[in-house]
């Protein structure tokens, strides 16, 4: 054909005709690989959501990895993925989690096996290098366990390493049947699932590790509280058998005296001896009344201290003549060992007053706030500080408890003028 057979303008038609089409195309197809794009970026991110919304809502192992093998399965569109976590003393990797494996020979097989880093090239590579590793067909390993893949039906696998911070958890191993490859985003979404939930599982040991430790924590101050009520209860057994011991010659003493009199026709002085017999009997009554309270183990934690002092008051000092009171101000957020000591050393301190004082008043103040103040004042008969040794009236088991807690202990008293006893112990 010759040029004259397209005039000018119909050659510029066509050309523009053409021109649109191919425009039209490629902005079609342009805009359908764009919408594709956004499709595949937006699934992408949903699925490392999801993995990491769903790991992170539970603190039991299981759910995790199930979580995991099954984002990471359905990124990767394999049948199987299974998790294995570094958690034995021989450096092998222990199988946890399986996904799918719904032949019984299979999921024998997988739980059956434990993987030898050392052993497996493309495993070990995963975890010291921290980096995917894709094998299109497992046949083509030099070093491959056949007998394991067979009966794992492996063809094609993709190891990702659970790495979380600085140290692999262990690895993930998704699983076709086929020969395949994997493209380099979904290599790059399965990555992404992997390490939240590598975060995950480190959580979740971290939490199982917090709570093994504060059960031992627990046990460890059960044990050395129960210590301390047993110490305890063997000083005052042995306080009230050289008490009673005291107590009981002195009314042999009293009651014999009391029959020679009477057989010396000489009333007087046998009522004398039965008064002072009275009088040794209600003693030995009230130190029999104060060892069974005192062997009681107040619930210290459930009532707290001013609780627990108030109810020994009631039990003990408010069945004699002495008068009792106590004031609290503040709340008992003590530690419950701390609450236990102060508890001895305010029991100490009444049972002073009990004994020796032969006080008519007394009254215990207890203060809670940045430090935790205990007061015990009386009214009673005192005595020269410099007259008692360091042990005496239990006063050296105070100090010790009062050193146990970094507390400052001041003992103030004098003849006739009363006993003051202050603890104060940084809160």
Not at 32 to 60: F, P, Y
Not at 162 to 176: E, F, K, S, W
Request: hydrophobic share 45%; proline share 5%; aromatic share 4%.
């Amino acid at each position: 054909l010759s040029p004259s057979a397209f005039p000018a303008e119909q050659a510029i038609g066509l050309f523009d005709a053409y021109q649109h089409r191919a425009i039209g195309y490629f902005v079609a197809s342009y805009s359908e690989l764009t919408a594709r794009d956004v499709r595949e970026q937006q699934q992408r991110t949903s699925l490392i959501l999801e993995a990491t919304q769903t790991a992170a809502s539970t603190l039991r192992l299981d759910q995790v990895l199930e979580r995991i093998a099954h984002t990471i399965a359905s990124a990767l569109a394999v049948p199987d993925c299974g998790i294995y976590l570094l958690d034995t003393p021989d450096g092998t990797l222990a199988p946890r989690f399986p996904t799918t494996y719904p032949d019984p020979q299979r999921l024998s097989a997988f739980l059956r096996h434990a993987l030898d880093p050392l052993a497996a090239p493309l495993i070990r590579e995963a975890i010291e290098c921290q980096h995917p590793v894709v094998c299109p067909d497992v046949s083509e390993l030099p070093h491959l366990d056949t007998v394991l893949a067979a009966e794992l039906g492996v063809v094609a696998l993709v190891v990702l390493p659970l790495v979380a911070g600085d140290h692999v958890l262990g690895v993930a191993i998704a699983a076709a049947g086929e020969p395949r490859s994997f493209e380099p985003p979904e290599i790059t979404l399965a990555l992404g699932i992997a390490t939240s939930g590598a975060l995950a599982v480190d959580n979740v040991r971290l939490f199982s590790e917090t709570r093994r430790r504060l059960a031992e924590s627990e046990r460890w101050r059960q044990q050395v509280e129960q210590l301390a009520i047993i110490a305890e209860r063997q000083r005052l057994s042995r306080d009230l058998h050289d008490s009673l011991a005291q107590s009981l010659y002195s009314l042999t003493l009293y009651t014999e005296a009391a029959a020679g009199a009477l057989a010396d026709n000489d009333p007087a002085t046998a009522t004398a001896h039965m008064v002072e017999v009275g009088k040794i009997a209600r003693d030995v009554l009230g130190e029999m009344r104060l060892l069974i309270y005192n062997l009681r183990s107040p619930a210290l934690d459930s009532e707290g201290l001013v609780a627990a002092i108030q109810g020994r008051l009631d039990a003990v000092e408010a069945r004699t003549a002495l008068r009792a009171n106590l004031a609290a101000e503040g709340e008992d957020h003590l530690a419950p060992a701390l609450r236990q000591e102060l508890y001895f050393i305010a029991q100490e301190a009444l049972n002073n007053v009990l004994k020796h004082a032969r006080a008519t008043h007394l009254r215990v103040k207890l203060h809670f706030g940045a430090a935790t103040l205990l007061e015990i004042d009386d009214d009673g008969v005192g005595f020269a500080l410099s007259d008692q040794p360091g042990n005496g009236l239990g006063l050296r088991g105070m100090r010790e408890r009062a050193q146990r807690l970094g507390a400052s202990l001041t003992i103030w008293s004098a003849p006739d003028q009363g006993t003051h006893i202050a603890v104060e112990v940084p809160t």
